[in-house]
């Protein structure tokens, strides 16, 4: 990657500087949608994606045949609290699923032929427990941003982003909080599954959270609030953005990552769509603050990238039938 960036403010001038969209493929698009053999409209939002995907890619007729999948693992020292229902051993355990294939997102990704890719970040060092302190230093932070912006394959038509970590459903209720308020008891969820009594106890610890980090907004949310995982998502998703790589979002925690780059520039995730919304209480509630749609409700809630990764079918599908659908001149078809 050239122009990396060495500091929280160079990350900035990147969010920045990132192209949009190619307008004249998005004419072009629209165009081709307009001459297609369907009614105007009957495909309705694929109709929408496939001009969105075509923007991103610089042509009128978009593709999704080299998806990729990226999936960041990392381990927080926020567990130390008893934020999880399980233990942060599991975090690696699950990683030796990922690469032995074993995992839900190994045959969603195989199902739709996305390259998937699997990053342990450090997962011997837990990230610092965000009530005491931050949960990185600026140093490890960049180490995990730049490793999500080096995994992104510049080859990819698409990319998801997931991730694995025991506490993170913590701490993205955090890092949600920290940028839109409200009550914290509304972005905090069940997670891995704990009880009642497990809410209330994450409860505190957001709400423990906000107050030591209260500067904390964008960047900083993420660095004092976040996790190695949730850092690198969010590298992956800038590096997205300067390659033109449209970007399904997945759950809670890959949404809160996202959102961090949205506080620092308010377009930065105009390549992105909703894969799904899950089942954790916050995603709703901070995908309305994003004014991203879900593509998918299946009451999902396993992370992985799992949602994101099933989501590629529709962009397929969208793809498809812009790219090969035949015009009413080429059919030899009355458009009326």
């Keep these: 990657m050239s122009n990396r960036p060495e500091t929280l403010n160079d990350i900035r001038a ?40 075509g923007g991103w890619q610089g042509t009128d007729k978009p593709h999704a045949d080299a998806p990729q999948v990226l999936i960041f693992a990392g381990n927080h020292g ?63 932070f960049l180490t995990a ?18 991730e694995m970590g025991i506490g993170n459903t913590t701490s993205a209720a955090a890092i949600a909080y920290s940028h839109y308020r409200g009550a914290a008891e509304t972005w905090v969820g069940r997670g891995t599954g704990v009880d009642d009594a497990g809410v209330q106890n994450k409860t505190r610890v957001v709400e423990e959270a906000a107050r030591l980090h209260a500067f904390a907004t964008g960047l900083e949310a993420l660095r004092c609030l976040g996790g190695r995982e949730l850092a690198a998502m969010a590298g992956a998703i800038a590096r997205a953005r300067t390659l033109r790589i449209p970007v399904i979002l997945d759950g809670f925690i890959c949404t809160a990552a996202a959102a961090c780059l949205v506080a620092e520039y308010p377009g930065a995730l105009d390549h992105c769509v909703a894969g799904h919304m899950s089942e954790e209480p916050g995603h709703a509630k901070l995908l309305q603050e994003l004014g991203k749609e879900p593509l998918l409700r299946l009451g999902m809630r396993l992370g992985e990238g799992s949602g994101a990764a099933l989501a590629i079918g529709v962009l397929k599908g969208a793809a498809a039938c812009q790219s090969g659908m035949a015009t009413f001149a080429e059919a030899g078809v009355s458009d009326g």
């Design 145 to 162: 941003f730049l490793a999500g912006c080096d995994a992104v394959d510049p080859g990819a038509d698409v990319l998801v982003t997931g």
């Design 14 to 53: 990147l969010l920045a500087a990132a192209p949009g969209p190619d307008g004249d493929a998005i004419a072009a698009a629209e165009a081709r949608n307009g001459q297609l053999t369907k009614p105007p409209g009957a495909l309705g939002r694929l109709e929408d994606l496939a001009i969105w995907m």
């Design 78 to 140: 926020v567990t130390a609290q008893g934020v999880s229902a399980f233990p942060a051993e599991v975090t690696a355990q699950m990683v030796l699923n990922f690469q032995a294939g074993g995992a839900a997102i190994n045959q969603l990704s195989n199902l739709f032929g996305a390259r998937m890719d699997v990053h342990a970040l450090d997962l011997d060092r837990p990230t610092g427990d965000f009530t005491q302190g931050p949960a990185m230093d600026e140093a490890e």
